[in-house]
Structures are given as structure tokens and as C-alpha cells.
């Protein structure tokens, strides 16, 4: 069976990271036998450019017709005049909401080569692994009323909700223990349930949830004490599931533990393993176009498109020891660079992957 | 003139590391001629075990009739199945509103004598000091409409809003350009402007109150980035203002950064220097009543009563100077202990300040 895989490299350094990733899927297709067919399309800023809004209607169909969908990044300095829905990140936003892509799974894992790269204490982190379950078509993010408004006075207001239904929380929760299970069968979920109703909501369904996993062990923390637990004992942490606003905090502090955020990638799961696959880092403006931005984050993003929507796991281990075969070389772009290793740019970093295969 | 102080100690360790500041406070008065007449009242769990709320109507009015209010920590496992309304949270967040605090400073300082204590590398965290400015009586915390509510489907829906006018957003940024100019002339104002409509009219605000203090630079960050930046290099901040929400998630990461929470102090003012003054950590039920609690972040808290609600800030200078003393001759309370540091009880770190003055 044939799967259809679209390519939406963004903005900024997206395609050039992009580029990378897709040599390493032609590989896996010309020389592994991976039956994909490939697609590109414009989102973000450059769809705007081009077509005056961010997500294309054509790109929208696209995206719904794939299996799977492999992202750069978007947006850039030049945009964030506009109004939010005309800005890159709706692109996105409208994909994982159009798409279904509720589910979020972002991996904080340092690689011992790159333990160095760190600000925390070495004994704080070394075998850090940590999986951020983020639900990411709800909440803050998505919920209704919002806007801004002008009151009778004359002064301006600011409104979002924060929304979650029971089976909303539900599904995400169910995600969190499956994927506990194949891990260290411990889940964390992130609330602010002393002060907020909707979380207090959140609290009880994962409480209930839980309930079908008695081999997984579930604790309750608020958001403040997480993020500062993140910083004083990362390494508490197995599964951590939490709703789409903290998600994006905590993750990308999580994310930042390691030191090497140029390395993490990150699904965004459907209810049927369809998925969009990204970075988690952004588009970086300031080092676009030059060459020098890292691939892997990218390239390692395709073994979870290959694990989650391919069903190609075998290949995804591939990828991934390509990857730590490298590193043990001692390549490094500029963002990891350590005294003792070879500085290398985007395209050299892709290459050595794709001989590592 | 003789200013009113209201004793809260709250919950948990409340108590005992509150009973250590107010050796304080009366040391200043007998001593220093610091004209104060000092008042006690319940709150959080402690006031609910005694009256059924958790901020009772006497406690309230004496409140209202104080300068300034100094408070311990509230909350504790036995009251987390309460509903919101009654939990000891709403004790703290019912005196935040009705007293009108809405600047809530709260430095994030590397006490030298403690530099061990962080999880972060020496060379990331050394002089760290920041100013967290968080807005206290806005946002989500108090936004209408909130609740849970059954759908016609059966199915239960939270709902919290975040909420935010330009007054209210203005005042907090006045506060924080304000306090930049006492310090390194930076504010980084951080927001969702990127997603949420709410914090783009924050941004707005933030940048027009920005043009009235040419001196001080101001930069924009979106929330995500700056729990990341905390992480990667936390010393490019001066002053941080932000919403309640996200002030609540990066004020303890901050905190967690000098790794001695015990250390930080807290204030939240209102429009006239009327202030309510708090350790930044919890109520820790953990170790509650075994004496062995730090009391100096709530003696800190004094300095900053001092300084700012009772304009006597050669006493605050002289407070602050004498914790540094009980750090400079090797004293430590068990959460800051360290290799060739004597470790003390709460009392006794509390009558060793005492003799430091
Ligand atoms: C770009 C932005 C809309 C997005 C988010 O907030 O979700 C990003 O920060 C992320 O975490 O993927
Ligand atoms: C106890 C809780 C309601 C409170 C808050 O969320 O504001 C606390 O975390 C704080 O930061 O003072």
C-alpha cells in the first residue's frame, strides 16, 4: 500500500531543513522500498505571500488527502504585524484543528552526546526522557468567545476562553497511558485545578481515565509546581499530559533541559494515525537562508512520521541510529557545536545521515 | 505615624515560619522605634476548619483597615476534595481582589552563599537577578464567565476566560517601566500575542505604556519562548511583566532557577502602597509543625513590607543585610544545606537574624 506524505517546508529555515528530511524519505523510497508518494505545498507566511492567506484551500485539501504531512516551520518578524488570522501560525493552527491532529507528542530526550550542550548540572539531566503528551485542538487555543472589543467606556478588552469537554480530555488522557505503557508506566498530568474550574474538570476525567490503566501510575500537579519541578528534577518525569496552553509552556522548557532543542522532533497525532510531523523549534529567522540551521529535529521528526503513519517502525529505528551515528562521528551543526567536533551545515549534516542509512 | 500590620499565618508551615517574622517585626518596633501596632486573623484552611471559609468576613475587614498584611502559605492535601469557593486557595485569591492588589513583585535573586544550590551551571546562574512583575487580580484567575457546565448531550464542558482591559494592563506596565528604572532599564513583556487575542491587546498596551519611558528598552516574547529562554540563559532578563497566568508559571521556574525557593520573598501592592507580603514557596504539609521550615523568605518579605508599604526602607536595608549575615556565617535551614554549612530549625535561623540586627 502506497502512502501519501505532503511536504509543507514554511518559513524562514524551514526548507532547508525540509530539504534535508525529504532526501532522507527519497532514500528510504529509492533504496528501502518505502511505498510513499511525495507532495509539496505552501503554508505559513509563504502561503500567505504567495496567496494572501496562510492556509491555502488547496493546501488544505492536500493536507486532508495525505497519510501523512511533514512541516518546517513557520513564521518571521515580517508578518507579526498582521492580524491573527492572517498569520502564519493560523496555518498551523488551522492544520492541527481541520486535521483533527488532537494529539501532541513531544519527546524531551537528551543524547548523551550531546549532554555538554545542557545549562543544567550533568547529574540533573544525563538520561533525561521525558514524553510531553500536549492535546492540541482545544482549550485557549481554539475556544470561543474571543476577540477584542470596546467597551461602552471607550477602553479596549481582550477575551479567550479556555474550553475542554469530557471527551476531549478523554481521548487525550487515553493517549497519555497507552503511551506510558511503553515506557516507565508513570503519567503526570498538568493542571491548575485550585484555581481554574476547567482544569478542575481536567483533574477529575484523569482521574477516571486512569482508572483503566492500574499498571500506570498517575499523579496530579499544578502548572506552576510543574514548570518548577521541570527545572529542579526533570528526570521525576515519564509520561507528562497536559492540556494545550501549558503544553506549549512546558514544552518548550522541557525541550530546553536538554540544551539541544535543534535535535526534538514532534507528532500531532488524528484518531487514526494520521499525522502532521514538525520540530519543535521555530523558524528562525535570524539564521534562514544561510545554511546553517540543523536538520535533525527534522529528519528525526520523519522516524516518528515512519513509527506513527507509515507503520514502518523498523525503518524510524533506522533513521534514529543514522542520526546517533553521526553524532558519535562528531558532526555537529552550529547550534551543537563542542569543542572536539566538526562543524558542519545544513546540507553536510543531511548527507551524513543519509550515508549513515 | 503608627502603620497597622495584619498577621496571616495560614496553613502548613504558615505558622512557624511566620512566628520567626514576626520576631522580626517586633525586634524593629522595640528596638528601631518602628512605629507598628500588629493585629492576627485566620485564612485558608485554618480559617475554614474554624468558621467554614477561608477568608472570613472579620479576616477581610481587617485587611481593609491594615497598611499592610503579611502572610505565611495556605492550602494542604485535607482540603483539596472542597470545591473551588471554599478551597484555601480562594482565601489568598478572594484577599488579592477585594484589597486591589494587582503588582505582584516577585524577585527571582542568586544569593552568592547559595550558588550550589541551583540545578543549573554556576556560569548560567551567577548574579542572576530578575523582577517578576505579575499582574494579580486579572486574567483567567478572576475572568467571567467560568464553571462547569452539563451539555444538552450529557456531557460535562469547563470554562474558564481570560480577560484583560487596557486600564488594567496599563497600571501593571506602569509599575514594571517604574521599577526598571531603579534597575538595569529592561522590561521584557511576555505574552501569547501570536494565538491570543486577549495578550495581542496586551502587547499593544504594553508598547504604547513603553513610549513614556524612553530610558527603558523593551522587548516582546511570546510565553513559550520565555520559559524556554528562563531556562537556556536567564540573566539577559531585567524585568518581566506579565499576565497573572502566565506570571504564575514563569515566577516559580524563575524562582526555581537560584534552586533556594526558601530564600525568595514576594509583595503585591495595590495603588497606594498598601501591600500584602508572602514567601514565594507553599505551605510544604510535608514538613509542616516539625520546626524545620526556612522562615527566610517570609523575613524577606518583611524587608520588602518595609520598604515599600511602610516607608521604612533603612530597616528593610538593615533586614536584608542581617539574612546575608546568618548566610555569611554558615547557617542553614535544612532545604539549603550544603557540605560545611551548620543546618538550624526555623527558630533558630529566626533568632540568629534577630541577633544579626
Ligand atoms: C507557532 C505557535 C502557534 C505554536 C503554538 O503555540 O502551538 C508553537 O509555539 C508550537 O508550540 O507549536
Ligand atoms: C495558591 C495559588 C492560588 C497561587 C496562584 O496561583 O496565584 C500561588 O500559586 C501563587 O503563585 O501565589
Request: charged share 20%; with cysteine.
Amino acid at each position: 500500500m502506497s502512502h501519501s506524505v505532503l511536504i509543507l517546508p514554511g518559513d524562514g529555515i524551514g526548507p532547508e531543513i525540509v530539504a534535508e528530511a525529504v532526501k532522507v524519505l527519497i532514500t528510504l523510497r529509492d533504496e528501502f522500498a518505502l511505498n510513499i508518494t511525495l507532495e509539496h505545498a505552501l503554508v505559513g507566511g509563504a502561503a500567505y505571500e504567495a496567496s494572501g492567506h496562510p492556509l491555502p484551500p488547496a493546501t488544505l485539501d492536500l493536507a486532508r488527502a495525505a497519510d501523512a504531512v511533514l512541516l518546517g516551520a513557520v513564521g518571521g518578524p515580517q508578518w507579526e504585524a498582521l492580524p491573527i488570522a492572517l498569520r502564519p501560525e493560523k496555518g498551523l493552527l488551522g492544520l492541527r484543528g481541520e486535521l483533527g491532529l488532537f494529539a501532541n507528542l513531544r519527546p524531551a530526550i537528551l543524547y548523551p552526546q550531546l549532554a555538554a550542550a545542557s545549562t543544567l548540572k550533568p547529574e540533573i539531566v544525563a538520561g533525561l526522557d521525558i514524553l510531553i503528551v500536549r492535546e492540541l485542538t482545544g482549550d485557549i487555543y481554539f475556544g470561543q468567545p474571543r476577540g477584542i472589543e470596546t467597551l461602552p467606556s471607550g477602553e479596549k478588552r481582550g477575551l479567550n476562553s479556555m474550553v475542554y469537554t469530557e471527551s476531549e480530555i478523554e481521548r487525550i488522557c487515553h493517549v497519555a497511558f497507552a503511551a506510558a505503557r511503553q515506557r516507565q508506566h508513570r503519567v503526570c498530568s498538568v493542571d491548575k485545578a485550585n484555581v481554574l474550574e476547567c482544569t478542575e474538570l481536567w483533574r477529575e476525567v484523569a482521574t477516571r481515565v486512569g482508572r483503566d490503566y492500574p499498571d500506570v501510575q498517575l499523579n496530579h500537579l499544578y502548572v506552576d509546581n510543574a514548570a518548577m519541578q521541570l527545572v529542579r528534577a526533570p528526570k521525576q518525569f515519564d509520561v507528562i499530559v497536559t492540556g494545550n496552553l501549558f503544553g506549549d509552556i512546558l514544552s518548550d522548557a522541557a525541550a530546553m533541559l536538554t540544551g539541544s532543542i535543534g535535535m526534538l522532533p514532534s507528532a500531532s497525532l488524528d484518531a487514526n494515525h494520521k499525522g502532521m510531523y514538525e520540530p519543535i523549534h521555530g523558524s528562525a529567522p535570524d539564521i534562514a537562508g544561510r545554511g546553517v540551521a540543523n536538520p535533525l529535529a527534522t529528519i528525526l521528526s520523519v522516524a516518528m512520521m515512519l513509527r506513527y503513519s507509515l507503520a514502518a517502525p523498523a525503518l524510524a529505528d533506522l533513521v534514529e541510529k543514522a542520526v546517533v551515528r553521526v553524532l558519535d562521528r562528531g558532526l555537529r551543526t552550529a547550534d551543537i557545536a563542542a569543542a572536539g567536533t566538526e562543524t558542519v551545515g545544513t546540507a553536510q549534516m543531511g548527507d551524513a545521515v543519509i550515508t549513515a542509512l
